[in-house]
């Protein structure tokens, strides 16, 4: 396996769960409890002290379930369980408190969902990544096409189906899609993850293309669980480029040994999830 493009986060001796990452992720729905779930748990095991769920009402003990570690927030919902108006009102007053956000995963593109991707945009002094309904809720609006802005940290981690909505470049034209995800960095000073195998890292001008990862990834949630890495990095004090680079090697590396242990067909992304602590534990306190 080739090694990390940076080293990973040291903790100073007296670290305290406060000095190491305050992370939020927000998304699920009835019906998709599993991608927030995975997101979560995957910044758990990146290393962040303290983790919270911000999830529809009607899916929080499904979500909480999932592991005892996580804390969880009930935002207000409607009656298929999905975020309603009032749940954007309600993270507002709670989002300046953590080191970094994740956001999308299993939300659906409601006008609640596109209004708490609105609020997230704007709020330019949190770390953020932005992936899959927050994509599509971006897309719905005219977020492509604006005035060219400075987002302060923020990272978008579309898969190829995702940038087409966000880009109009077909999902087919990988190098298209690419200069697409140039052209979107530079008008919005961010940094685009362009998933796939391989995941492509870009901002203005630089390119960064990922060497782990492989086919046995392509599975429901595999996605889902990069987010919460990434998220968790951010959280840790990393600048968008570095943690897009860390997050997405880390991941793919996850994803390298359970092909090993599981085979191609027969890994999930609970099994990338459950290999990342190995990948982490053999690069801890190791100078590359
Ligand atoms: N356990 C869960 O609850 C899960 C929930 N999920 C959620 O389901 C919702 C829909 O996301 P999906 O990504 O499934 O649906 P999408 O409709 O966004 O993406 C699927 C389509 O995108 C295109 N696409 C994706 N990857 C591509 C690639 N590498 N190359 C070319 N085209 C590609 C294809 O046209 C594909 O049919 C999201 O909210 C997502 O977070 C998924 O993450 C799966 C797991
Ligand atoms: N053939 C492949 N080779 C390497 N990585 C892959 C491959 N297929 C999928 N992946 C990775 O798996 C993840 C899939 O993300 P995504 O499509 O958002 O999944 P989901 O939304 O189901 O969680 C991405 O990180 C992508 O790079
Ligand atoms: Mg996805």
Not at 45 to 71: K, N
Not at 106 to 113: E, K, L, N, V, W
Not at 256 to 269: C, E, F, L, N
Request: hydrophobic residues 40%; contains cysteine; proline residues 5%.
């Amino acid at each position: 396996m080739t090694n990390p493009p940076l080293p990973f986060p040291s903790r100073k001796t007296d670290a305290h769960k406060g000095d190491v990452g305050r992370v939020l992720l927000v998304g699920g729905s009835r019906g998709m409890a599993g991608s927030i779930s995975l997101s979560s748990m995957a910044a758990l095991h990146t290393g962040s002290g303290l983790v919270s769920a911000a999830v529809p009402d009607r899916c929080l003990e499904t979500v909480a379930s999932f592991h005892p570690c996580l804390m969880t927030i009930p935002l207000a919902d409607d009656a298929a369980g999905h975020f309603a108006s009032a749940a954007v009102t309600e993270i507002a007053q709670q989002v300046d408190a953590y080191d970094a956000i994740g956001c999308g995963p299993g939300m659906g593109t409601s006008d609640a969902a596109i209004e708490l991707v609105e609020l997230l945009l704007q709020k330019s002094d949190i770390a953020r990544v932005l992936d899959a309904d927050a994509l599509n809720a971006l897309s719905k609006t005219n977020w492509g096409h604006r005035q060219s802005s400075k987002s302060g940290p923020l990272i978008l981690t579309p898969h190829p189906g995702e940038l087409q909505r966000l880009s109009g470049v077909r999902s087919s034209d990988r190098e298209q899609q690419i200069k697409a995800a140039h052209r979107l960095a530079a008008l919005h000073d961010v940094v685009v993850v362009v998933k796939g195998g391989p995941t492509v890292v870009v901002d203005a001008e630089r390119k960064w293309t990922n060497t782990t990862g492989n086919p046995g990834m392509a599975t429901g949630g595999s996605g889902d669980v990069l987010t919460g890495v990434v998220t968790s990095l951010l959280g840790q004090g990393m600048t968008p480029w570095d943690a897009s680079r860390l997050g997405v090697w880390l991941h793919g590396a996850a994803g390298d040994r359970a092909a090993v242990k599981h085979g191609q067909a027969g890994m999930t992304a609970r099994e990338l999830l459950d290999e990342i602590p190995g990948v982490m534990a053999a690069y801890e306190n190791r100078c590359i």
